[in-house]
């Protein structure tokens, strides 16, 4: 179905042959993301047999499509995506995609049909309650997939701050909301009218003709309503729609917005800078050697300098915790936290404190270590397997402490030592606080104070909680 999704750069553009080093190269660009694929791909226009390398020849496309069905295919030759390069031009003003289009998905008698929603209601492990998922639907405006080969899919737009649809993302699930198959609506409508032999809708011409399509945040648009609430990031909408359900919508200036980059090459400046003067929790999927993480972390430090009053804290709970199998799989957290019973998680919810009083915030890249916990600490732990263990767990050092020492002023206020950085303190507004994870926590700058005065506890590392 995807015989459109790969095809030669159309125009007079031409790069070098990467076989005889001529400027007559037309390389193979992806219609869905506006992504060039590898170097290697492409045709040398000397013609006479000369250079040709397809990627549906060679298991690319089919790499692609299986990894898009959540099948974790290899891809071939260490493909990286590579965005077209072009002459330095006026920035294009975005064709969005049509809105009446856009609300057929969301009619109400389609849901019956939607293998993603229905799951939600009867087939997890702890099934949601209509109210919640009907909550989750109207803030993220989530769609059905009414009739074709993509019938019953869930449909996730990627709507920006202004309201304006970017793309709609077309996934279909099996009964245990794995993913089956992806696609992207504009593709859906173009592929039909092209096998009825149908002239293209006017503003799908417009549509198509444009580089990039998910030029925006999955979530983006409930930035406008929550003007300054703390970001979750993730990499794929599932991911948001799982977090929103277990941590409920916003309902203080503190709870989380829950978004989505749309996969591991959208973490980029483009799509981030929207998040300029918040606080962003990142949370990358699982990847072989970290490299997810390592490459967003590295980009985050990046952003932050141009980005003022933002600053990105990644938690590593994950990495340290997950098994190697996991890794390789490229489990994220929605896979974890289906596994939770979702009214017992919410009643331990970083969300429903009250508004605290808003202490000094640092700058800069944090790592939220497993010792920390901020987020997740009150989660089932993962099984105890041998491969769990990692470096950090199995040095005699670490095995031996058993506590940390923190600080509690005379108003009841906790510091924290913030773990492996030293030059903040992780602050609660009491003990309780911590030890019920009621609260996200804040972080200011060491330097500014004075713990003389304060008298001393102990968080006991076993348990993560202070006696």
Not at 35 to 44: F, I, K, S, T, V
Not at 245 to 258: M, Q, R, V
Not at 353 to 378: D, I, M, R
Request: proline share 6%; hydrophobic share 30%; aromatic share 12%.
């Amino acid at each position: 179905m995807d015989k459109h999704r790969y095809s030669l750069e159309k125009g007079s553009k031409k790069h070098l042959c990467p076989e005889c080093g001529k400027k007559r190269f037309v390389r193979f660009v992806d219609n869905e993301t506006g992504d060039y694929l590898p170097e290697q791909y492409g045709r040398c226009d000397k013609g006479d047999g000369h250079y040709f390398v397809n990627p549906y020849s060679d298991g690319y496309a089919k790499a692609i499509r299986e990894q898009e069905r959540g099948n974790r295919s290899e891809l071939p030759n260490n493909w990286k995506p590579q965005r077209k390069k072009g002459t330095p031009q006026h920035e294009t003003k975005p064709v969005f995609f049509d809105f009446d289009t856009f609300k057929q998905t969301l009619q109400p008698e389609r849901y019956e049909k939607n293998t993603f929603i229905q799951n939600l209601f009867y087939r997890v492990q702890f099934p949601f309650e209509v109210d919640e998922v009907t909550k989750v639907i109207q803030a993220y405006r989530l769609g059905t997939v009414a009739i074709g080969y993509r019938a019953g899919a869930n449909t996730f737009p990627f709507i920006d701050i202004k309201g304006n649809v970017r793309a709609v993302q077309v996934k279909q699930f099996d009964k245990q909301n794995h993913t089956t198959g992806t696609d992207f609506l504009h593709s859906i409508i173009e592929k039909h009218h092209d096998r009825n032999n149908k002239p293209l809708p006017e503003w799908l011409e417009a549509y198509m003709k444009q580089d990039k399509r998910i030029s925006c945040l999955f979530g983006e648009h409930l930035l406008s309503k929550y003007h300054s609430n703390p970001v979750a990031l993730v990499e794929a909408p599932k991911t948001a729609v799982y977090g929103t359900l277990y941590f409920g919508l916003p309902k203080t200036p503190e709870s989380l917005i829950w978004l989505s980059v749309y996969n591991k090459s959208s973490f980029s400046f483009d799509k981030l800078k929207v998040l300029k003067e918040r606080f962003v929790y990142v949370f990358p999927d699982l990847s072989k050697d970290g490299n997810t993480f390592k490459e967003w972390e590295t980009k985050a430090k990046e952003y932050e300098s141009r980005l003022p009053g933002t600053r990105f804290i990644f938690s590593d709970l994950l990495e340290q915790l997950a098994p190697e199998r996991d890794k390789s799989e490229g489990y994220d957290l929605a896979d974890y936290l289906i596994k939770q019973d979702w009214r017992l998680f919410r009643k331990q919810n970083i969300q429903e404190q009250a508004p605290q009083p808003e202490p000094e915030k640092v700058t800069g890249v944090t790592k939220v270590t497993h010792q920390q916990n901020l987020l997740f600490s009150h989660v089932a732990p993962l099984p105890k397997v041998e491969v769990f263990k990692t470096e950090r767990i199995e040095q005699p050092v670490k095995k031996q402490i058993h506590n940390i020492i923190v600080y509690v002023s005379d108003t009841g206020k906790l510091f924290i030592p913030t773990p492996f950085y030293d030059k903040t303190f992780t602050v609660y507004p009491s003990v309780k606080s911590y030890n019920e994870r009621s609260c996200l926590p804040e972080f200011i700058q060491s330097s500014i104070i004075d713990t003389n005065q304060m008298s001393i506890a102990k968080i006991d590392i076993e348990k993560l909680i202070i006696n």
